[in-house]
């Protein structure tokens, strides 16, 4: 501060003024270089919680309302063998925009919930569960959000088929009907994986309005 006043002391009167809003300029983007990325850093504030919105795994009614395993993988594949079920697990993160977007437009709605009882269905975060974070690298699942459907088997992790993208409720609920019900055959199934050119960046799959 002690050279900005120098620096200003040289001056004129109205050069001083000029010069005081440089500096103050200077100072200002210096101070706030990093915010970008410090912002970028964080949690999108706009993706939701899944704790919260998706009902929890004792309060489902067949038919009706799904409820959720969330962050406990593990816990939903066992049961999911116990009950000899295919298990349905997403995988998403919470500084994800299109995981709180899936949450909000599909994974609450009406359509997709009309599923329940015809699997166990589990949603995890892998920086959260390390359960989840075992079975993705299993499968080499890397992009988010992701709809996994597991056959259950306790010698060996089988894939029915997988969705990538993001998805609205009616194309989400039409693609799980198939899968869930295909038997063996749906293990050949990997429906509409949405990339980007590069191959790395998730797309919008065919989106319906949000439920209401």
């Given at each position: 501060m002690q050279a900005v006043s120098v620096f200003l002391n040289r001056c004129g009167p109205a050069a001083r003024a000029r010069r005081a809003v440089t500096a103050a300029l200077v100072?200002?983007?210096?101070?706030?270089?990093?915010?970008?990325?410090?912002?970028?850093?964080?949690?999108?504030?706009?993706?939701?919680?899944?704790?919260?919105?998706?009902?929890?795994?004792?309060?489902?009614?067949?038919?009706?309302?799904?409820?959720?395993?969330?962050?406990?993988?593990?816990?939903?594949?066992?049961?999911?063998?116990?009950?000899?079920?295919?298990?349905?697990?997403?995988?998403?993160?919470r500084w994800c925009g299109y995981c709180g977007d899936m949450i909000a437009q599909a994974l609450t709605?009406?359509?997709?919930?009309?599923?329940?009882?015809?699997?166990?269905?589990?949603?995890?975060?892998?920086?959260?569960?390390?359960?989840?974070?075992?079975?993705?690298?299993?499968?080499?699942?890397?992009?988010?959000?992701?709809?996994?459907?597991?056959?259950?088997?306790?010698?060996?992790?089988?894939?029915?088929g997988r969705m990538e993208g993001l998805y609205g409720d009616t194309e989400m609920a039409k693609l799980l009907r198939r899968l869930l019900s295909g038997g063996a055959d749906s293990a050949k199934v990997s429906p509409m994986a949405n990339h980007d050119a590069d191959g790395l960046a998730l797309s919008r799959a065919p989106m319906d309005q949000p439920c209401t």
């Open positions: 100072i200002f983007a210096f101070l706030f270089a990093g915010l970008p990325q410090a912002l970028a850093a964080e949690p999108n504030p706009q993706a939701l919680n899944p704790r919260t919105a998706l009902v929890q795994s004792g309060d489902g009614v067949p038919g009706r309302r799904i409820g959720w395993y969330v962050d406990d993988a593990l816990l939903a594949y066992k049961r999911a063998l116990d009950e000899h079920k295919p298990m349905v697990l997403v995988f998403g993160e709605c009406p359509n997709v919930n009309a599923l329940s009882g015809q699997a166990v269905f589990a949603y995890s975060e892998a920086s959260v569960d390390k359960g989840a974070a075992t079975i993705a690298n299993s499968l080499g699942i890397k992009k988010y959000p992701t709809v996994a459907i597991l056959e259950p088997d306790p010698n060996m992790l089988r894939e029915r």
